[in-house]
C-alpha cells in the first residue's frame, strides 16, 4: 500500500546567522537565498520548492529574529513573526553552544520564538544546526533545554553547511505535513521573480566587499531588466558555454555621501569588483551573457523612513 501524498509551508525560523538560508538552498539544491557570515542578510520571505515522489514542501525562509532597532529591523522581524500564522509547521533553527554548560542559555531573540511558537500552536521541529562545529555530547544538553521549553514533535540535528542529517529532516517534515495534493507545479523551485534574485545577487558582493556600516544601510533595486537578445536554454551556446545576452541597470541605494564614497572605492574599483562577481553569479542563474550595470545613489536615512522602505521594497 503506498503512502498518502502530502504537502504543505513550512518556515524557517531563527536568530540572525543560525544557517536558515544555508539550509534552505541546500534542501532546494539551488541557490536561492543568498549567505552572508554578516547577521541579517535576508531581509524579506522566500519560498523554495521541493518536490519529491512522496510529497511537496514549501520552505519558507524568513529574516533572523533578534532585538529590533530601527524602522528596518522591525518591519524584518515582523515578516519573520508572521510567516508562523500562515504555514503548517515551523522548523525552528538553533545552534550549538562551544560552552559545557549543565542549563544552555536560549536567549531573549530564541525566546520570543519559543513565545510565539506557544501561542500560535502551530507543530514545530527544532533543528539544531551547526553540528561540525561541535562536540556531539554537547548536543543532549541543549536538546533537554528547548524540549522543556517546547513540545516539540521532532528534534533534528543537522549541518546545512555539509549535508549530515539533511535528508533526515526532510523525511520527518513531510510526515508532519497535511495530507494533500501538489501546491505547484513539478518544475517549480521558487516564487521569487528572476530581477528580485539578481538584485539580491547583487546585494550578496555587497555584502562580501564591504565592512562595517555599509552592508545594513543598503538596498539593490533593478531598474532595466532587457532579455531581448536572450537565448532560452538549450539554445546554441557561445562564448563560455553561454548563450544570448540580458542587460540589466541595478541601483545601490545607501544612506550617506560617505557610504557612497565607500561602494564606490578609489577610482571605482570597489563598484567594478562587486559588479564582476555579480554578473558572474547572475550568468550562473540565468543561463546566458549578461552586461551589468551598477550606479551608487544616496537616499537619506532610508532605512528609518516608512516611505524610505517602501521605495526600496521593504514596505509595511
Known sequence: MSRPYRSGFAALIGRPNVGKSTLLNRLAGEKLAIVSPKPQTTRN???????LPEGQVAF???????QARGRLNRTMVGVALHALSEVDLVLFLVEPSQAKAAQPEIGPGNQLILDKLRSTGKPAVLVINKIDSI?????????????HEAPFAEVVPVSALTGDGVDRL??????LLPEAPAMFDADMLTDQ?????????????LLRH???????SAAVVVDAFDETE?????????????AGLVHIDATIYVERESQKAIVIGKRGQMLKAIGTDARKAVERLLGTHVYLALRVQVEPDWTQRADGLRKLGYGE
Not at 520571505?45 to 518536490?51: A, E, H, P, W
Not at 519558507?60 to 533578534?66: A, E, L, R, S
Not at 564591504?210 to 545594513?216: D, G
Request: proline letters at 9%; aromatic letters at 4%.
Open 60 to 66: 519558507v525562509d524568513t529574516p533572523g529574529v533578534h
Open 230 to 242: 536572450r537565448v532560452p536554454r538549450g539554445g546554441p551556446a557561445g562564448k563560455g558555454g553561454l
Open 45 to 51: 520571505r522566500i519560498l523554495g520548492v521541493v518536490t
Open 135 to 147: 562536540a556531539k555530547p554537547l548536543l543532549l544538553p541543549l536538546i533537554e533545554r528547548y524540549r
Open 170 to 175: 526532510l523525511e520527518a517534515v513531510l510526515a
Open 210 to 216: 564591504t565592512q562595517k556600516e555599509v552592508p545594513y
Open 193 to 205: 521573480a528572476e530581477k528580485t534574485l539578481v538584485a539580491e545577487y547583487v546585494r550578496e558582493q
